[in-house]
């Protein structure tokens, strides 16, 4: 096996390992974010307002932090299933693990486009983990060595 495929299985290891994690330090801080709020909300004092716009704001959170949290599950495990594949494939699992990193750049370059100014830290850290696995998929994989070892006879 060559050494871009080993390299890219270790990539995929780690970055499905790396995902589902950040995912929970998102969903960790957003439950946080909103536990805060909960003693000041039913309060009847002038910053009800915004103490219940925060509320919105931090159970908005939270359910974007689950439902990511679910899908971070999911494509890890289909990364990880990649990574196993690899190792004795053929040109199939090869092109799959390029769309996949191909899918990553994209999840990642969308999430820092629309990062805001109160955009989750974990959620910026997990959009450079993606666009940084998955270019460095790709660039291991569409190189010549990948592709002669992926075509070999079986």
């Known amino acids: 096996m060559p050494k871009q495929i080993r390299i890219a ?3 995929l ?6 995902m589902p994690l ?13 536990e805060a709020l909960s003693p000041y909300s039913g309060a009847g ?11 919105r704001v931090a159970e908005a959170q939270v359910l974007s932090a689950q439902y990511a949290l679910v899908w971070a ?3 890890a495990a289909v990364g990880i299933t990649l990574a196993v594949r690899l190792a004795h494939s053929g040109r199939a699992w090869r092109i799959g693990t390029i769309v996949y ?8 370059a969308f999430t820092l486009a629309l990062a805001s100014g109160d955009t989750p830290a974990p959620l910026v850290l997990t959009a450079l983990a993606q666009l940084a696995a ?7 994989l569409v190189h ?5 070892w992926s075509a070999r006879p079986r």
Request: aromatic share 8%; glycine share 14%.
């Open 22 to 34: 950040l995912g929970l330090v998102q969903l960790a801080g957003a439950r946080a974010a909103r």
């Open 144 to 148: 010549k060595d990948s592709s002669t």
């Open 101 to 108: 990193g191909a899918w990553d750049v994209l999840g990642g």
């Open 134 to 140: 998955g270019s460095t998929l790709i660039a291991l």
């Open 73 to 75: 599950a999911l494509y």
């Open 13 to 18: 290891f780690v970055h499905c390992g790396v």
């Open 9 to 11: 299985r270790l990539v």
């Open 45 to 55: 004092s002038w910053m009800a307002p915004v103490v219940d716009d925060a509320g």
